[in-house]
């Protein structure tokens, strides 16, 4: 536990401790994940030199300092307020500077927002599964257009719309996610937690075979119900009622070695504890208004320290914001050293493929300049 950080108390899982001066390498996980989805990946990266720090998420696992509940303030789970809890926690373990950063999921934008606001402590990033498409930006140009401007969160909305229209009706994950609703759903599901959770892991991995993706034309109704069930979600289904016909069978389940069933009770552990809505508030986060009036402060600004994509090649999040891969490459991140996805990992790449991550992010640190303080 790391007291004291940003008004958190930070659990973190690390290696690589044991002796002074090391560089530090920083894992920051997604949703429904913790510091412990990262276990195979830590002791590659110690082994490799780093000092490694993995911690649970504000809103998730053995963090605390946070406040519960769906009426809870969400500005404190806002992205520049969590980009202040990594800054945060690099200061209390002592380090001017990450020689890695790594952003998963949820993650990715936060490792995003640190790499844009703190170049300078955050000298290169690495985002997987979620392409970051840049800070929302001011309107350019406007000042003798007559044309009002839009309205915020109106595409979304219509999107919304159009999704139910369709037959049979369909809703984004994201819609679904920020409902009240949805922590009871996933926290006390008919089929058990552990149960639930199982085939969650399953159904976004690289076992499932119904996993194939590829880009999207663009972000109308029918192109996003091109995506799985988890993404786009036949409406009124609840998350554990959408992922229950693809449980895996005691056959699957046994061969799966990245998660074991002794792997799989940590979670189902931790989030029966502490249920989800600590780690839904960020779905709610990405449309509010004023959160993302905030982030405007960085209007038109790109992530100019070296930067690298890494995501699975059965992983549905690299395509699940159509357009957002394009516009990060060409534009949101000017020094990106390339997009990596990794044969064998869907949306779990470093619990799924840790060694196959780990050279790639090791040979990306070695381009990038090496290991420094």
């Known amino acids: 536990?790391?007291?004291?950080?940003?008004?958190?108390?930070?659990?973190?899982?690390?290696?690589?401790?044991?002796?002074?001066?090391?560089?530090?390498?920083?894992?920051?996980?997604?949703?429904?994940?913790?510091?412990?989805?990262?276990?195979?990946?830590?002791?590659?990266?110690?082994?490799?030199?780093?000092?490694?720090?993995?911690?649970?998420?504000?809103?998730?696992?053995?963090?605390?300092?946070?406040?519960?509940?769906?009426?809870?303030?969400?500005a404190p789970f806002g992205l520049l307020n969590m980009t202040r809890d990594a800054l945060g926690?690099?200061?209390?373990?002592?380090?001017?500077?990450?020689?890695?950063?790594?952003?998963?999921?949820?993650?990715?934008?936060?490792?995003?927002?640190?790499?844009l606001a703190r170049p300078d402590v955050f000298p290169s990033v690495v985002l997987m599964s979620a392409p970051f498409p840049g800070p929302p930006a001011f309107p350019f140009n406007t000042a003798d257009s007559e044309a009002p401007p839009a309205q915020p969160n109106a595409e979304s909305q219509k999107l919304a719309a159009a999704l139910a229209a369709l037959d049979p009706p369909r809703e984004y994950y994201q819609q679904y996610l920020s409902t009240r609703r949805a922590n009871d759903d996933m926290w006390h599901p008919p089929q058990g937690l552990h149960?639930?959770?199982?085939?969650?892991?399953?159904?976004?991995?690289?076992?499932?075979?119904?996993?194939?993706?590829?880009?999207?034309?663009?972000?109308?109704?029918?192109?996003?119900?091109?995506?799985?069930?988890?993404?786009v979600m036949d409406l009124g289904k609840t998350m554990p009622e959408t992922v229950a016909p693809f449980q895996p069978s005691t056959g699957e389940v046994a061969a799966c070695k990245w998660l074991t069933e002794p792997e799989l009770a940590v979670y189902t552990q931790e989030f029966g504890r502490t249920g989800f809505q600590g780690a839904l508030?960020?779905?709610?986060?990405?449309?509010?208004?004023?959160?993302?009036?905030?982030?405007?402060?960085?209007?038109?600004?790109?992530?100019d320290a070296p930067s690298l994509f890494i995501g699975g090649t059965s992983d549905w999040g690299t395509y699940s914001a159509p357009g957002?891969?394009?516009?990060?490459?060409?534009?949101?991140?000017a020094r990106m050293a390339g997009v990596e996805l990794i044969d064998g990992a869907g949306h779990w790449i470093q619990q799924e493929q840790p060694a196959r991550l780990g050279a790639l992010l090791l040979n990306f640190a070695k381009d990038v300049g090496g290991p420094h303080q």
Request: glycine share 10%; net charge neutral; proline share 8%.
């Open 324 to 333: 957002a891969l394009d516009i990060m490459r060409t534009k949101a991140a």
């Open 195 to 231: 149960t639930f959770l199982r085939a969650f892991f399953h159904v976004k991995s690289g076992d499932w075979p119904g996993n194939k993706p590829h880009p999207l034309k663009g972000r109308t109704a029918a192109d996003l119900a091109q995506m799985p069930t988890y993404y």
């Open 89 to 115: 926690l690099v200061s209390a373990l002592g380090y001017r500077r990450t020689a890695m950063l790594v952003g998963h999921d949820l993650g990715s934008p936060v490792a995003a927002y640190c790499a």
């Open 1 to 74: 536990m790391i007291h004291g950080v940003n008004g958190l108390d930070v659990h973190i899982l690390e290696d690589g401790y044991e002796s002074p001066g090391r560089p530090l390498a920083l894992l920051l996980h997604g949703f429904p994940d913790l510091a412990y989805g990262w276990r195979h990946l830590i002791p590659i990266l110690a082994d490799a030199g780093y000092h490694v720090v993995a911690p649970d998420q504000r809103g998730f696992g053995r963090t605390t300092g946070w406040v519960d509940g769906y009426d809870a303030p969400l």
């Open 281 to 303: 508030q960020a779905y709610r986060v990405f449309p509010d208004p004023d959160l993302n009036a905030e982030l405007r402060l960085y209007s038109g600004r790109t992530i």
